[in-house]
T-cell receptor
Framework: GAGVSQSPRYKVAKRGQDVALRCDPI?????LFWYQQALGQGPEFLTY????????KSGLPSDRFFAERPEGSVSTLKIQRTQQEDSAVYLC???????????????FGPGTRLTVT | GNSVTQMEGPVTLSEEAFLTINCTYT??????LFWYVQYPGEGLQLLLK?????DKGSNKGFEATYRKETTSFHLEKGSVQVSDSAVYFC???????????????FGTGTQLKVEL
């Protein structure tokens, strides 16, 4: 079946521009995560959705970062007034759901590589 | 807070050599532990996992045992192949603290290069 898809795969933005990154999770997956991966580093958590509810946004680095998942499926990560330090790969992951005592596998998309010039 | 520390790379081995990639963690709850792999040009894939102490995760000849007493989850393979060349990430998910979701905390990754 189809995996997690992300678009665009590559994005070049001039400093100060706004960007929108899209994530299509696996159909039926309740949980959706965004991570940021800087060059040579591991992914770092940004935010988490359970259906359309954003339950954790503790990893968003500033108020320039905004994420939404209005219908509980597709999600968009928006970065306003991009800065050079925003250059990274942005990863989306989805999982079937969450229940206490279990650990559902997260399936990752290929990522969007953002370069801010 | 939670953290994962793994050995720095790159690790370069000859084909059929024994592989160990060390991983230690810090967590305040009862984490599940994971190894993810990123092959060149591909996305992150789950390699194996363990959800409680003394569990052993295994897949594709790779193994890792959840050691609570040493807070470790070292990745091992008895005989590596050229096709194992990739970046390996150790990660944890602390189900106690993240009541809303099992977000992952990753290490910095270890690049493995296997040569003929």
């Amino acid at each position: 079946g189809a995996g997690v898809s992300q678009s665009p795969r590559y994005k070049v933005a001039k400093r100060g521009q706004d960007v929108a990154l899209r994530c299509d999770p696996i159909s039926g997956h309740v949980s959706l995560f965004w991570y940021q991966q800087a060059l040579g580093q591991g992914p770092e958590f940004l935010t988490y959705f359970q259906n359309e509810a954003q339950l954790d946004k503790s990893g968003l680095p500033s108020d320039r970062f905004f994420a939404e998942r209005p219908e509980g499926s597709v999600s968009t990560l928006k970065i306003q007034r991009t800065q050079q330090e925003d250059s990274a790969v942005y990863l989306c992951a989805s999982s079937l759901g969450f229940a206490a005592g279990s650990s559902y596998e997260q399936y990752f998309g290929p990522g969007t590589r953002l370069t801010v010039t | 807070g939670n953290s994962v520390t793994q050995m720095e790379g790159p690790v370069t081995l000859s084909e059929e050599a024994f592989l160990t990639i060390n991983c230690t963690y810090t967590a305040t709850g009862y984490p599940s532990l994971f190894w993810y792999v990123q092959y060149p040009g591909e996305g992150l894939q789950l390699l194996l996992k363990a959800t409680k102490a003394d569990d052993k995760g295994s897949n594709k000849g790779f193994e890792a045992t959840y050691r609570k007493e040493t807070t470790s989850f070292h990745l091992e393979k008895g005989s590596v192949q050229v096709s194992d060349s990739a970046v390996y990430f150790c990660a944890l998910s602390d189900l106690v603290l993240t009541g809303g979701g099992n977000k992952l905390t990753f290490g910095t990754g270890t690049q493995l290069k296997v040569e003929l």
